[in-house]
């Protein structure tokens, strides 16, 4: 009986004992002394800002890989589209030749027939003109 009641100090149940040796390291945390808190709040200050960092550099890459695809994809449609437009215009441009090479052609023979209708005149009676008398 000696040794247990050595074991238990003043005296009182085991459970008692050790429930106060424990006690200590199961504080609240509200308990804990600030010079151990702020720390480890620092530490966890920087693991956020860490991870900001990390999530802020993955959305650009993200962003710049979104967008050099848009690019790539807007200059195969506009590609496409400006060759039809210079398709266009060269099929325009060598209309405008051949109606030009035709005007040189043919300008002298409608400038006379013209001319010859406008200079000899000849009086008649149109057919439709009814004549009611």
Request: charged share 35%.
């Amino acid at each position: 009986r000696g040794d247990v009641r050595r074991r238990l100090g003043s005296g009182g149940s085991p459970w008692r004992a050790s429930r106060k040796a424990s006690s200590s390291c199961c504080r609240p945390r509200s308990a804990l002394p600030r010079r151990w808190l702020r720390p480890a709040s620092v530490r966890k200050n920087r693991r956020l800002k860490q991870a900001k960092e990390e999530a802020q550099a993955e959305i650009e890459q993200y962003r710049l890989q979104r967008e050099k695809e848009f690019k790539a994809k807007e200059a195969a449609a506009l590609g496409s589209h400006g060759s039809c437009t210079t398709e266009v215009e060269k099929e325009t441009q060598e209309k405008m030749s051949v109606i030009q090479q035709n005007f040189q052609k043919n300008r002298e023979v409608v400038l006379s027939q013209l001319l010859s209708l406008v200079c000899d005149i000849k009086p008649e009676i149109h057919v439709n003109y009814r004549i009611n008398g």
